[in-house]
Nanobody
Framework: EVQLVESGGGLVQAGGSLRLSCAAS????????IGWFRQVPGKEREGIAC????????YYTDSVKGRFTISRDNVKNTVYLQMNSLKPEDTAVYYC?????WGQGTQVTVSS
């Protein structure tokens, strides 16, 4: 059974940092694309960062380039999202996804 479990969300002031984690199980972690989306109530889910596959090629949406960094630990089967210089508009529920599976999400709230 594929499982993706996010953690690390919380409340932070603008300009602060958070690191999200997504622990994966039930599949060969290193062989698949994996990434992060976020969603604000009333809006569509937005893809923000991902690993495209087995290699280390990464993609970022423009709004987070230079501030967010995705990384992975293939021993721990975990993908991370380091978020720096957070802005109030980064407030959302953040989801981890791979192969059409989704985690439960973790709330990130950035206060101004």
């Amino acid at each position: 059974e594929v499982q993706l479990v996010e953690s690390g969300g919380g409340l932070v002031q603008a300009g602060g940092s958070l690191r999200l984690s997504c622990a994966a199980s039930g599949f060969s972690f290193a062989d698949y694309a994996i990434g992060w989306f976020r969603q604000v109530p009333g809006k569509e889910r937005e893809g923000i960062a991902c690993f495209a596959g087995r290699d280390d090629i990464t993609y970022y949406t423009d709004s987070v380039k230079g501030r967010f960094t995705i990384s992975r630990d293939n021993v721990k089967n975990t993908v991370y999202l380091q978020m720096n210089s957070l802005k109030p508009e980064d407030t959302a529920v953040y989801y981890c996804t791979s192969q059409s599976y989704w985690g439960q999400g973790t709330q990130v709230t950035v206060s101004s």
